[in-house]
């Protein structure tokens, strides 16, 4: 029986057609043998001491935009929510939540783009599950992955709440450029921008840092709420205060620009290639500059220090040299008018 | 030119402060837009200016000042079979005795999202059987863009497409501010975006008949110190007179195109700003000869009526310049940018978020 252009409802019932469904399109698209299965659980041993596991499901629209897709995000996130506890990503589980009527070349390409992903983090994709619900039901296609990474000897406790006044706040690059992609994609807004999302794995340049500064203490990815929100995570639960310098804070000039015409502040935007480094003092400089040597971090900058002023909130000196809150995210971001 | 990192120059900020101290006296100046008021939030422009220096704030955000009864039309419409609400997406936040835009989008009312009036003629082309409302919200910086839409409308015989308008006007509307004795403004920072479209002569009554000086203002927190810089001067001077500071967008004539097109689609009428109340002149109804793309005639909306304030909300003495946000007994108590209770709470550009959100360290 041919697989057909569309998804349907017989796909997830579990008989033949998803079992057409599995060695067809997804085994082949993540570089398995059509002969082989996913296991519905598989048996580890031998991964470490220290494990790290997490778990994150993805749904983005477009589901391409410029920079990456909704398979890229789905691999990648999970690579780098291990990495952010510094630890090395391992294996990967792969949950799909397919609508009825999906086209299955649309889902080929994402299967492929999650294959090409985790080839490129080395990352094993050991067990999955499909699901198919009728349509309106989601939005095309809904991705989870579970992973689970280990962690080097050497590497302490890396956790939000281990910042500590003196420490020193790093980010690994220009912020925004994921969300004026996804929402210059997804708006189909009438000018065009060579803006793309910064959606990269981060745990090599994790790795990178943490043999420059093996004390660090914070390690976030500003994904969803932007630097505004990950930076107040880290000062309320580390009871410190957060001072960041404006100018030290890197965006690129197209983001800024359209930021600006959105009435969006780059700081609230969604990153998916980005990290933000609570490090010592004394291990800042080093941080600096083994994060500008790797590829994904050459635009790394120090954007602020911890402090014991005012806990548990962040304050940005502008470039007018006045000071005021960075508050923690509110609603939806939505664009102004005029 | 970058036309961004460069008005924002702390050095030469400096520079304008000191020459800011030198000729400091007591003023209250209000600054009619609210991109303006979100600017001077967001860079802490008040702290650096002396203590005689007020700056107030003026009704100039869109979403502020539409009644909540003319949001409720819209909601209303987008409730009725076959008719699909288009409108920006600022304005969908605005609590009402009926919930958001917002919320109607998720739930059983049929609206969306657009950046520009011109999507939702596109929309009406490609959907002949739906109805397609456009809610026109805005001063003059938007309703030339719901002319435009409006004309291609008529063009096209597109039968589909209405405009809900509830656009505004802000010249008539500063006399009313100036002439209003609780407001004591001394000088108006007037709205850059405004009058690309209207030209600075359309503020010389200010000087002219009330003698206070006009400077049409950028939205750089540069554009803002240089501005007050000039209003210091002229008060010295004591000749008062309407500025173009922002004379990168702002040309002496405005925008006679987009003029045009206005006086051609639009008639003025009397309008209820929120906080303000009736203003003659200043709202923006649809033209005789453009009748059939008005929603107003084309369906019976007149059982929406009037809504009262909120209890305790002060947005309307906030959008006259008579209280500032943290007067509000509201204010980051019950009224937050998560769950607003005034409308100047929604918007960026209104008072009190950008107070609450930018608030001082």
Not at chain 1, 4 to 9: E, F, V
Not at chain 2, 187 to 205: E, K, L, R, S, W
Not at chain 2, 321 to 348: E, H, I
């Amino acid at each position: 029986m041919p697989i057909g252009k569309t998804i349907t409802l017989a796909h997830g019932a579990g008989g033949r057609a998803s079992d057409e469904l599995i060695r067809e399109i997804i085994l082949p698209a993540l570089g398995g043998d059509p002969r082989s299965c996913l296991p519905d659980s598989v048996v580890l041993s031998n991964l470490g001491e220290r494990l790290a596991f997490t778990t994150d499901s993805y749904t983005v629209s477009p589901l391409f935009f410029p920079g990456g897709n909704i398979g890229k995000l789905a691999v990648y996130g999970t690579v780098n929510d291990l990495a952010m506890s510094g630890a090395e990503p391992l294996l990967i589980s792969l949950g799909l939540i397919l609508e009825e009527g999906l086209e299955i070349d649309l889902l080929r390409r994402i299967i492929e783009e999650i294959g090409e992903a985790t080839k490129e983090t080395k990352i094993r994709v050991v067990t999955g599950d499909t699901k198919v619900v009728g349509r309106g039901a989601v939005d095309k296609i809904f991705v989870n992955t579970s992973g689970i990474g280990a962690l080097p000897a050497f590497i302490g406790r890396i956790a939000p709440n281990q910042a500590r006044p003196g420490d020193v706040a790093l980010v690994s690059g220009a912020l925004g450029d994921h969300g004026i992609a996804v929402m210059a994609a997804r708006e189909k807004l009438s000018f065009t921008s060579n803006i793309k999302s910064d959606c990269a794995p981060l745990h090599t340049l994790v790795a990178t840092l943490l043999r420059a500064a093996p004390h660090t203490r914070c390690l976030r990815d500003p994904t969803r709420g932007g630097a505004a929100a990950t930076l107040n995570e880290i000062a309320r639960a580390s009871r410190v205060g957060i001072e960041l310098d404006e100018n030290a804070i890197p965006v690129h000039r197209e983001v800024m620009g359209l930021a600006e015409l959105l009435g969006l502040d780059p700081l609230f935007l969604a990153n998916e290639g980005k990290l933000i480094a609570v490090v010592p003092e004394e291990e800042a400089e080093a941080a600096l500059a083994a994060l500008r040597e790797h590829h994904l971090g050459f635009e790394s900058n120090i954007i602020g220090k911890v402090t014991s002023d005012h806990p548990a909130s962040v304050v940005i000196k502008t470039t007018m040299r006045t000071h005021r809150v960075v508050e923690y995210p509110a609603g939806e971001l939505l664009p102004r008018i005029c | 030119m970058k036309f961004i990192s460069e008005f924002r120059e702390g050095a030469l900020g400096s520079g304008l402060v000191r020459r800011i101290e030198r000729l400091s006296r007591p003023i209250r100046i209000m600054e009619v837009c609210g991109g303006h008021t979100h600017v001077i939030c967001r860079y802490g422009i008040r702290d650096l200016l002396p203590p005689d220096i007020q700056l107030i704030h003026g009704p100039g955000c869109p979403v502020c000042v539409i009644p909540q009864h003319e949001i409720e039309k819209a909601i209303e419409l987008s409730t009725r079979p076959g008719i699909l609400l288009c409108c920006f997406g600022d304005v969908m936040r605005v609590p009402t005795r009926r919930g958001t835009l917002f919320s109607l989008a998720r739930g059983r009312g049929s609206v969306k999202m657009v950046y520009s009036p011109l999507e939702a003629i596109e929309m009406a082309a490609a959907l002949p059987d739906k109805e397609i409302v456009f809610f026109a919200i805005g001063f003059e910086t938007t309703a030339p863009s719901t002319a435009l839409a409006l004309k291609r409308a008529s063009s096209q015989g597109l039968a589909n497409f209405k405009v809900l308008s509830t656009h505004f006007i802000i010249p008539p509307a500063l006399r009313v501010l100036v002439k209003d004795s609780s407001s004591r403004i001394g000088a108006f920072i007037a709205p850059g975006h405004v009058t690309t479209i209207i030209g600075p002569d359309a503020y010389c009554f200010l000087a002219d008949e009330y003698n206070r000086p006009v400077v049409v203002t950028g939205f750089e927190p540069l554009d803002l110190l240089q501005a007050i810089m000039l209003i210091l001067q002229q008060a010295a001077e004591g000749k008062p007179r309407v500025e173009n500071q922002y004379t990168r967008a702002v040309r002496v004539q405005g925008n006679r195109r987009a003029l045009e097109a206005m006086d051609e689609v639009f008639e003025i009428r009397p309008a209820i700003w929120r906080g303000l109340g009736l203003i003659p002149g200043t709202g923006l109804g649809i033209a005789p000869a453009f009748a059939p793309w008005d929603a107003e005639k084309a369906w019976d909306l007149s059982q929406v009526e009037p809504a009262p304030e909120p209890p305790g909300c002060l947005c309307g003495d906030v959008l006259k310049g008579v209280s500032q946000p943290k007067d509000c007994s509201l204010f980051a108590v019950s009224c937050t940018p998560d769950s607003p209770v005034g409308p100047c709470m929604v918007s960026p550009e209104g008072a009190c978020a950008a107070h609450y959100r930018y608030r001082g360290a």
